[in-house]
């Protein structure tokens, strides 16, 4: 039986259905190009099996970048070896810097121009990473675990980081400085997963750990305010809020959102109600 161990990132093929790369915490990177009906391992020769994000150039779909090093907040996660990426679909790799980060939260390509890169980073040399030069070397602009990257796939410059214990930040300048925006997020936060709508990006969503609680929060206005839209019981994250917490905005429908912790819920309104999907 093949067991790869629990899955950390995701990606897909933007043109081909059915072909799809997974991270494992400590299982390497996994490819099928069957809709999941069986799985290859691409990872196994590397100097780290520990993953946290894949990402993929939209352009060439060939190049892939894989950050290593699970991110979480626990002191025994599994640590990375740094960054590498791969220009035959995963089949090789290459070790291309970033070997004294710990962990990755993500990892993305700009749809818009394939040589910047970006990546968020937590545990040992946190902070945010950007390339100019499609990985060939890499400069952080901002200290601090961070736990999620979102980026506007239209314009290079808006970016949205979630900084663990810290708050929301944004950058209109591709990730060169940061301003904060957290206005009217509550103290005593922890892990925080944040996403903006790809077709309406002016609209964000926030998943955050709130002294163990969850609460979803929704901001119209490029995050310079925010509103509760949901506050959830200790079970939707059962303690796990430091490691169970994602959110997802439908591409071309910003009503729709995904929210997960020990359970996915999912809202269809724009954050009026959240349903849960998986019980």
């Known amino acids: 039986t093949q067991v790869c161990g629990r899955v950390k990132t995701v990606v897909h093929h933007p043109t081909v259905q059915g072909t799809v790369y997974i991270g494992a915490a400590a299982g390497g990177i996994w490819k099928t190009t069957n809709s999941g009906s069986t799985w290859i391992p691409l990872f196994d020769k590397e100097n780290s099996l520990s993953m946290g994000a894949i990402g993929i150039d939209m352009n060439n779909p060939d190049i892939l970048y894989a950050g290593t090093g699970e991110a979480s907040s626990n002191t025994d996660a599994y640590l990375g070896s740094g960054m590498y990426?791969?220009?035959?679909?995963?089949?090789?790799?290459?070790?291309?810097?970033?070997?004294?980060?710990g962990a990755f939260s993500k990892v993305y390509v700009h749809p818009l121009n394939s040589n910047v890169v970006f990546a968020g980073a937590t545990k040992r040399g946190q902070g945010f990473y950007k390339s100019t030069d499609a990985g060939n070397s890499w400069y952080s602009t901002y200290i601090g675990s961070v736990t999620d990257v979102s980026i506007n796939p239209n314009n290079i410059n808006e970016i949205f980081i979630g900084v663990n214990g810290t708050g929301i930040f944004f950058s209109s300048d591709s990730g060169e400085s940061w301003v904060e925006k957290s206005t009217g997020l509550p103290s005593g936060l922890g892990r925080i997963s944040v996403q903006l709508a790809p077709s309406s990006p002016t609209i964000i969503y926030a998943l955050m750990e709130v002294n163990t609680i969850?609460?979803?929060?929704?901001?119209?206005?490029?995050?310079?305010?925010?509103?509760?839209?949901?506050?959830?019981?200790e079970s939707f994250f059962n303690g796990q809020g430091w490691f169970d917490n994602f959110i997802e905005v439908h591409p071309t429908n910003p009503d729709i959102v995904l929210a997960g912790g020990i359970d996915v819920f999912r809202t269809s309104n724009g954050g009026t109600s959240w349903n849960n999907t998986t019980n």
């Open 85 to 101: 990426k791969s220009t035959d679909a995963g089949n090789s790799w290459n070790l291309i810097g970033l070997s004294k980060v």
């Open 214 to 233: 969850a609460r979803i929060y929704k901001s119209t206005n490029y995050g310079a305010s925010w509103n509760l839209s949901y506050s959830g019981a």
